[in-house]
């Protein structure tokens, strides 16, 4: 991906939508058919515009034999990409929704280096990516807010006031 931002996700049987990941710029997706002919299950929709790079799969595999270095940039790429999952489908199991909330807001704050974060995606989708709902986003960040934890300047925009507490549930 150049530029924009791409929701991937997945559906339910029953048609309930489980976001996989946002791609931003220099992220890449489709690596399954590099390896795999068969369809995908996956959805992709653009949350703003975008500029791809596309390259067929007999040209990537080329590529890849005429230099190793890019398959070994990728396999690093598939093990955190699986280590987050691993680590996402454990909180799901294990956390309450709570506590996964605060620690995604901790992740994030860890990620974008400040206390003042910038959800990247809507709460309907940030609901689907933590396993819980829209309702239950909003009553957890209130309660967190009303708690002293964290302010919301806006929908997107959390201020985090006591990383240790978020930490801590």
């Known amino acids: 991906m150049h530029k924009g931002r791409i929701k991937v996700y997945r559906l339910s049987e029953n048609g309930k939508e489980q976001l996989v990941r946002i791609l931003e710029p220099g992220d890449f997706t489709g690596e399954l058919s590099l390896f795999n ?16 790079c596309i390259i067929q799969r007999d040209q990537m595999q080329q590529l890849l034999q005429k230099h190793p270095a890019i398959s070994l940039k990728m396999l690093e790429e598939f ?8 680590q996402r489908a454990a909180r799901i199991g294990m956390e309450a929704a709570e506590t996964r909330i605060a620690l995604y807001l ?37 309660a967190f807010e009303e708690s002293g934890w964290i302010r919301q300047s806006s929908m997107k925009t959390v201020d985090i006031l006591d990383l240790d507490a978020l930490l801590l549930l």
Do not use: N
């Not at 068969?38 to 500029?51: I, S």
């Open 106 to 142: 901790a992740d994030l704050s860890e990620e974008q280096q400040q206390l003042t974060v910038e959800l990247p995606m809507s709460r309907k989708d940030l609901a689907s990516h933590l396993g819980t709902t829209p309702e239950t986003i909003s009553r957890k960040l209130s």
């Open 79 to 86: 093990s955190s990409r699986l280590a987050r999952t691993e």
């Open 37 to 52: 002919a068969k369809p995908h299950d996956a959805y992709a929709e653009t949350l703003e515009p975008v500029e791809l």
